[in-house]
């Protein structure tokens, strides 16, 4: 079975602060995704990545970056954290874009 | 852009009753077609998705939808849903011209009554 682990299931943080969330798949796919789950609002894409070191933004990168040094993770971060961010946020990898396999989520509130 | 309307954000239903979830799409040449599911504090998992072939697809759980191209539509069915059912449900569209990307709808929550 593929897994994809994210490193905390919930996370406070103050506003202002830098912040890091991690994501591992352990399945050797090439293509990671970052998302924000709001209300009504879906899941919309923060940015991918499609192989190592490779970068893409997806419809609301801003205030988000995103590190992929090794296969296997994905981290997001926010270089300084705002109230506006607070949401749940869901990691996920896929081979070929068909089917995309899905972390548990961190749930981040920025206070 | 694809874009993605669910036209329900929440369905109550008497257990054993039958359910549909309403999932329409903007319209486009090829598009591959999903819905997940997340239960309470977990993440999506596929429940089943339509990439080509016969329009009705069966999924996990006693799910299934049915892809109609001519109103952009991909309906999620049960005849018969259980307590175990209540959970969000999302449905996703992958449009081939657009790098195979997902866009999601903004979900419906099925909320199964004893």
């Known amino acids: 079975d593929v897994k994809v682990t994210q490193s905390s299931r919930y996370l406070v943080k103050r506003t202002g602060e830098k912040v890091f969330l991690e994501c591992v798949q352990d399945m050797d796919h090439e293509n990671m995704f970052w998302y924000r789950q709001d209300p009504g609002l879906g899941l919309r894409l923060i940015y991918f990545?499609?192989?190592?070191?490779?970068?893409e933004k997806g419809d609301i990168p801003e205030g988000y970056s995103v590190s992929r040094e090794k296969k296997e993770r994905f981290s997001l971060i926010l270089e300084s954290a705002s109230t506006n961010q607070t949401s749940m946020y869901l990691c996920?990898?896929?081979?070929?874009?068909?089917?995309?396999?899905f972390g548990p989520g961190t749930r981040l509130t920025v206070t | 852009a694809q874009s993605v309307t669910q036209l329900d954000s929440q369905v109550p239903v008497f257990e054993e009753a039958p359910v549909e979830l309403r999932c329409n799409y903007s319209?486009?040449?090829?598009?591959?077609l999903f819905w997940y599911v997340q239960y309470p504090n977990q993440g999506l998992q596929l429940l089943l998705k339509y990439l080509s072939g016969s329009t009705l697809v069966k999924g996990i759980n006693g799910f299934e939808a049915e892809f109609n191209k001519s109103q952009t539509s991909f309906h999620l069915r049960k005849p018969s849903v259980h307590i175990s059912d209540t959970a969000e449900y999302f449905c996703?569209?992958?449009?081939?011209?657009?790098?195979?990307?997902?866009?999601f709808g903004g979900g419906t929550r099925l909320m199964v009554k004893p």
């Open positions: 996703a569209v992958s449009d081939a011209d657009a790098g195979n990307m997902l866009t």
């Open positions: 319209s486009s040449v090829s598009v591959y």
């Open positions: 996920a990898s896929t081979r070929d874009s068909y089917e995309q396999y």
């Open positions: 990545s499609y192989d190592v070191k490779m970068k």
